[in-house]
């Protein structure tokens, strides 16, 4: 059974790089699947921020694309999330989920349990 | 890339059928059977209770079902049940990238 678990500060201040860690346990990372960030505002719906495959190809949300990076760590079983200059809009609870093996498969079947990241000066 | 189209809220009493809607466009919904929905609870994760329109995954009771015509897709709960309150999201593939709708929260009355 995977688990997914994310980690990284809970605050961070305007105009500085939000970054989170997956890591991800029962699962190779290195084996396949894609992985993806999702995120989610107080009260407000779910919007997705991007995919990795294993290999480190990405797919990012256009309207965050100048401003994030996700990459893969296959050696610690992680993947990560950098999100720069952020602004208070960015407060959310950050989810890190498993998507398909294969460019057919277009579902999160496994999520980590979100973490919440405000970001205040 | 704009959020897939949701009704805000819908209810329901114990043992009823609800509908909840997914209005894209024909670039995603309608362009591809790649929907998928996800169950979220107060506080807790999104669970996914459909993918390819109308699979369920393994453990997901068979009330739950979907479906998908032109740009909307729909997931329907049949026999309501208390449990089933919570907060449903659409998610469509949109070539090369994904877009999920706004979410509809479900009153089990």
């Known amino acids: 059974q995977v688990q997914l678990q994310e980690s990284g500060p809970g605050l961070v201040k305007p105009s500085e790089t939000l970054s989170l860690i997956c890591t991800v346990s029962g699962y190779s990372i290195s084996s396949g699947y894609y992985w993806g960030w999702i995120r989610q505002p107080p009260g407000k719906g779910l919007e997705w921020i991007g995919n990795?495959?294993?290999?480190?190809?990405?797919y990012y949300n256009a309207s965050l694309k100048s401003r994030v990076t996700i990459s893969v760590d296959t050696s610690k079983n992680q993947f990560s999330l950098k999100l720069s200059s952020v602004t208070a809009a960015d407060t959310a609870v950050y989810y890190c989920?498993?998507?398909?093996?294969?460019?057919?498969?277009?579902?999160?079947?496994?999520w980590g349990q979100g973490t919440l990241v405000t970001v205040s000066s | 890339q704009s959020a897939l189209t949701q009704p805000r809220s819908v209810s329901g009493s114990p043992g009823q059928s609800v509908t909840i809607s997914c209005t894209g466009t024909s670039s995603d919904v309608g362009g591809y059977n790649y929907v998928s929905w996800y169950q979220q609870h107060p506080g807790k994760a999104p669970k996914l209770m459909i993918y390819?329109?109308?699979k369920r995954p393994s453990g997901v009771p068979d009330r739950f079902s979907g479906s998908k015509s032109g740009n909307t897709a729909s997931l329907t709960i049949s026999g309501l049940q208390a449990e089933d309150e919570a907060d449903y999201y659409c998610?469509?593939?949109?070539?090369?990238?994904?877009?999920f709708g706004g979410g509809a929260k479900l009153t089990v009355l």
């Open positions: 998610c469509s593939y949109a070539g090369s990238y994904m877009v």
């Open positions: 989920a498993r998507r398909g093996s294969s460019w057919t498969e277009y579902y999160f079947d496994s």
């Open positions: 990795i495959y294993h290999s480190g190809i990405t």
């Open positions: 390819d329109v109308s």
